[in-house]
């Protein structure tokens, strides 16, 4: 039974995951594919080695980051009076832009984690008026987890955990606690959607922002203290 965490544990980079799933090349389902074929081809996968000692088949563990002030997957309260800690987990619900992966999945619920802002360069454009304009080029890549298919409810991922707290150790610790997720992916295991937002003359900026996800299922919420590595408590799914 694991008791604690290496200190400033950072869990799984599903950045990497993500792209070494993605290296893969795994072809979506063709119309001359029974769904059965489809499903044994994706099963064939399964033991694919993608990073040292992982495959796709592997436990993987997902810490929970505030990505800025204002988007967080998961917040934190304290109740003085009752003297529980709660934690909340916070995913939002959405379809995918992507015409094929929104008919196939429906509203999912998803988490970002992580984004990467990746400046391309300038161009010169002329605008319909005859203006000249510098362009400026860039792309958003960020990087996530869906938890759960909403209509399915596929992994009935729980909202809230309580724990007992007195508040003096609550005072102490409310700050540095985080999430973490012990979950398995499921197959396809990811997703992408992508949109580009075209400049205009009030906004002279060429924007490409790409999701990554990695469809996840959920076996436990573990809460921890960052950077000592110590759990507080373990919840099973």
Known sequence: TVSSLPPNFQGHDIEKIYDAIKRLNIKPKSEFETLNDYNQRLKSFSNQLI??????SSTFAVV???VSKSLSSFSVAYDAEGQIMTISIAPF???????QIAESMGEVERMDLKTNFLSRGKYAARSALGVNVQIKRMELHTFGVIVTNVESNTTGLKRDFAIPMAPEQARRLKSDLRVLLICELRQPWIRTDKISVEPTIDSPIDVTET??????????????VLPSGEIIKKFRE
């Open 51 to 56: 990073l040292e000692r992982l495959t796709l």
């Open 211 to 224: 999701w990554n996800y990695l469809d996840i299922s959920v076996q436990e919420v573990w809460i921890f």
């Open 93 to 99: 619900s959405g379809s995918f832009i992507e015409p």
């Open 64 to 66: 929970l980051r505030k």
